[in-house]
């Protein structure tokens, strides 16, 4: 049976106090509803529907996407209307399930199981056991176990509310069936809404089998309404991928000060440091080691890599065998070759060393192309802006650049020279032997250092020295 999809998102989300929508909140770094999109795709659903509310076009901008189908719900008259306004484009024959765009951490085999359970003539619908389930709609279920009801908190009387097995509001049933339930549906109710979980007394006075399956997890089920839960549920994705790490072979020094805010993958044998920040794609391979304080983003790091302490970096791509930091910054449009070294307050942008390269020390290299085996002096810059234009800089094969030479780009260093420390280069070099560009050293043996003087006496020695001919400069 195809699959749809159908995402609640027409909340208006008043006690987060923001100008965003509520499903547009980040979570990890990405919007509450992309959670829930990127849980759903991969049931491989043949369409993705979304209910969004009136203003919602914000959500609408934020998901471009081709595959996700937009449902108006003008006005909030309750979950049953919401689902109502998707169903004009779900045939008969499709199988639906029902998410929040507000429940961030629902797992793919939850949900997978759900849709396997409510089968092609069930209905399932996912229940969560909570110590107090204050507000909650309570799954009532007859002597024998059997759900025949959901109640909501306002409808319930004083033993319904005892009933700690509340709803989450995922539930899935055959497209046909559901069409037909909601077109009974009334809001005869304490909330004068139209309530989705009505739904259920229906299928059971059908005779469909209806199961409420305990959701595996708290965290996964709960919604965001205010700040404080948002920031609660951040706090479960931390912990949670932090696990998925450690369950796949990383050892995470203290999974508390382990912060993911994306999708990571490792390697055996990664080790991870305290307060390492990951965030969006981030790939390590086999025995890397992240030192404390590390902020990786959008970045690929390959086996046996080092990254020492307080380095951060951002859109690179990072061969095997690299050391990288302490303090080091690579950032957007990086490459590292194989054993490239990158050490401490050296900054990368938009530039690749290539293998067994180093530049080791009080660096910037932008817009620049290192070859093999470059060994590029501590404080060297490439003066890659003109204050209008971003110049490229070549350096190629085997050069040796000296300590503190500014490079000033566009221009080529050719393989295997060696660059003078200290020099200002504004012209290709060529390949082998030396270049430099300083000027010539002077020593003055008889010079004093200056003593005590007024102002006067200051002009006077100035006017004598002008005098003669091998000025001291320092006088
Ligand atoms: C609903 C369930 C309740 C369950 C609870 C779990 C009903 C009647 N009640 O409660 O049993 O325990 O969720 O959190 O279904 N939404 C719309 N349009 C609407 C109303 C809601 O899109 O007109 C969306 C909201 O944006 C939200 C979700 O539906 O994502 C749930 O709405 P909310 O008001 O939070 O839940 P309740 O109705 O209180
Ligand atoms: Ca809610």
Known sequence: MPLSLIILAAGQGKRMH??????????????????????????????????????????????????????????????????????????????????????PLIEPNTLSDLVQRAGEDGLALLSVHLDDATGYGRVLRDNAGNVYRIVEEKDANRKEKTVREANTGVLSTSAGRL???????????????????????????????????PAPTTAEVLGVNDRLQLAQLESDFRRLSAHRLMRAGVTVVDPQRLDIRG?????????????????????????????????????????????????????ADIDSRCVIGPYARLRPGSQLAEGAHVGNFVELKNASLGAGSKANHLTYLGDATIGERVNIGAGTITCNYDGQNKWPTVIEDGAFVGSGSMLVA??????????GAGSTITKSVPRGGLTLERSTQK????????????????ASTIARSELKDDADPTA
């Open 18 to 103: 923001s100008d965003l929508p509520k499903v547009l909140q980040p979570l990890a770094g990405r919007p509450l509803l992309g959670h829930v999109i990127h849980a759903g795709r991969t049931l491989e659903p043949a369409a993705i529907h979304i209910v969004y509310g009136h203003g919602g076009d914000l959500v609408r901008a934020a998901y471009p996407d081709t595959d996700l189908s937009w449902a108006l719900q003008a006005e909030q008259l309750g979950t049953g209307h919401a689902v109502a306004q998707a169903m004009p484009d779900i045939p008969d024959d499709h199988q639906v399930l029902v998410l929040y765009g507000d429940v």
């Open 179 to 213: 069409r037909q339930w909601l077109s009974r549906l009334n809001n005869d109710n304490a909330q004068g809404e139209y309530y989705l979980t009505d739904v259920i007394t229906l299928a059971v006075r059908d005779g469909v089998k209806v199961q409420a399956v």
């Open 263 to 315: 999708e990571v993958t490792a390697g055996r044998d990664v080790r991870l440091d305290i307060n390492v920040v990951l965030e969006g794609r981030v790939s390590l391979g086999d025995r890397v080691v992240v030192g404390p304080g590390v902020v990786i983003r959008n970045a690929t790091i390959g086996h046996d890599t080092v990254i020492h302490p307080y380095s951060v970096i951002d859109g």
């Open 410 to 419: 566009p221009l080529t260093v050719g393989a295997a020279a060696t660059v």
């Open 443 to 458: 020593s003055y043996a008889h010079w004093s250092r200056p003593s005590k003087a007024t102002i006067e006496e200051r």
